[in-house]
């Protein structure tokens, strides 16, 4: 970088530094981005994606107060388990 465009690069403490004040801009940055594309929707209809949402997990599954019933039972065959939530 030092030979093409005659900049230093920082050290490691440099660059966390750095790092830690971006939160504000990028929040202000998201912030911003959020209310435009709000309001760009006057159509008000929103798309949920189809990834499963757990509630609990197997072994929680008989103590679970939220969701009851096998129609509230879904398996997440990436992770190789079964949960309670919400699939589909």
Known sequence: MKEHHGVQMIDKSGFI??????????LALFTALAQSLK???TSCSYLIDSFPVAVCDNIRIDRCRLLQGEAYRG????K?????????
């Open 80 to 88: 190789r388990r079964y949960f309670y939530g919400f699939s589909k």
């Open 39 to 41: 309001q760009l929707n």
């Open 17 to 26: 530094r750095r790092l830690h004040h971006l939160p504000p801009q990028l």
């Open 75 to 78: 398996k997440c065959v990436s």
